[in-house]
């Protein structure tokens, strides 16, 4: 292991030794400990069964090395964030319970029309991770869920004022790091495009109530609703984005943040000028979240999973997709730690090594 990929590690902050060993308590706030799964992977895991703490693996370090130094090289201008909004951006759990979904948080003020909603769900939901019916069929089966879930939303009379009092009624919750992740982005001019297949104005709520603040940075790829002056929901813009089409191929879909959060004085990037930043840092909770590149024809990609659930069974899985897994619902810190070290170039990290 050279000393590059050593120092981006060292900050999150592990001890100088940490590459050498096998497992190294730290501060519970962020991980206590590091893989390196270079071998020995099972007999590892079956040693740490019992920690209930947050854990950082990375599967193939050389790797990620190299794409680490080709992101930095390249410079920040060539940099983008992709992410996945629900149990990503959010945490999965909170106090102690499931948290809640931005679609699934949703109550319109007619428990007619949230229990047929419910029932869809009930019913398309189990299709769409059936192992037995090609993607084709899922693709139609997940435009027929969602168009139907629209179509109650409008018949049942949803309102901005149900959405609002949904959000603030909600369980959901940002992981901690998030705010200082989007600043820090922010004030490096790169983009985060946050990819979701639920609904933009419930997502923009959500940032809006959790997080108090606008950022110009920002695009939300999603099911855009349209209100009429008395904020009653008369239709959706647009193609529908569903679990199957979250990527790049929807990217005219992306807009800013809804003036509700706030003026923006800047502009934001267009999407031409998204499209030529073909270095990509993305963020998922499921392996499907990788596709949320396909469309983008990008040169180095390092992929962040978030293994919140069902470790012992998904963890060889994630391993393998994934460049880096944060595994018991982590917090964004070591995301943070990440970008800031992308965005150095080779005199900083001459220093850091001093």
């Known amino acids: 292991m050279s000393y590059r990929l050593h120092i981006i590690f060292k ?12 497992c190294i308590s730290l501060s519970p706030y ?12 099972r007999d590892r895991m079956e040693m740490e069964k019992s920690c209930i703490s947050s854990e950082v693996v990375v599967g193939d370090s050389e790797l990620l090395e190299k794409k680490i130094n080709a992101i930095r090289s390249a410079g920040q201008w060539k940099l983008q964030v992709i992410a996945d909004f629900d149990a990503t951006l959010t945490k999965y759990w909170v106090n102690g319970c499931r948290g809640q979904s931005s679609h699934g948080l949703l109550q319109q003020g007619n428990p007619e029309y949230d229990l047929k909603r ?3 769900f009930e019913y398309y939901h189990p299709l769409e991770f059936s192992p037995t019916i090609s993607i084709e069929e899922k693709t139609k089966l997940m435009e027929e869920w969602w168009g139907k879930t629209h179509g109650l939303l409008i018949e049942g009379g949803l309102t901005y004022d149900s959405i609002e009092k949904s959000v603030a009624n909600s369980s959901i919750a940002f992981r901690e790091g998030v705010i ?3 600043e820090f982005l922010e004030g490096k001019d790169i983009p985060i495009l946050i990819f979701s297949a639920g609904l933009a ?9 959790k997080l108090h603040k606008s950022f110009k940075n920002v695009k939300i790829v999603s099911n855009r609703m349209v209100f009429d002056d008395n904020g009653h929901l008369l239709s959706f813009k647009g193609k529908t984005i569903h679990s199957l089409n979250k990527n790049e191929h929807a990217l005219d879909m992306a807009a800013p943040l809804h003036d509700r959060l706030g003026d923006i004085d800047q502009p934001t990037d267009d999407n031409a000028s998204v499209k ?6 993305l963020l998922g909770d499921h392996i499907g979240d990788l596709r949320m590149s396909d469309g983008l024809n990008y040169e180095t990609r390092i992929s ?15 391993r393998e997709a994934f460049d880096i897994v944060y595994l018991n619902d982590a917090p964004m810190t070591g ?14 990290c001459h220093t850091l090594t001093s």
């Open 11 to 22: 900050t999150l902050p592990f001890p100088s030794n940490v590459l050498h060993s096998q």
């Open 30 to 41: 962020f991980t206590p400990r590091v893989w390196f799964c270079s071998g020995g992977f």
């Open 118 to 120: 419910q029932e869809l």
């Open 180 to 182: 200082e992740l989007f």
């Open 201 to 209: 104005d419930i997502i923009e709520e959500v940032l809006r109530q």
């Open 276 to 281: 030529m930043r073909t270095n990509v840092l």
């Open 304 to 318: 962040v999973g978030f293994l919140n659930d069902n470790i012992e069974n998904s963890l060889d899985s994630y």
């Open 335 to 348: 995301v943070v730690k990440l970008v800031s070290q992308l965005c150095l170039n080779g005199a900083d």
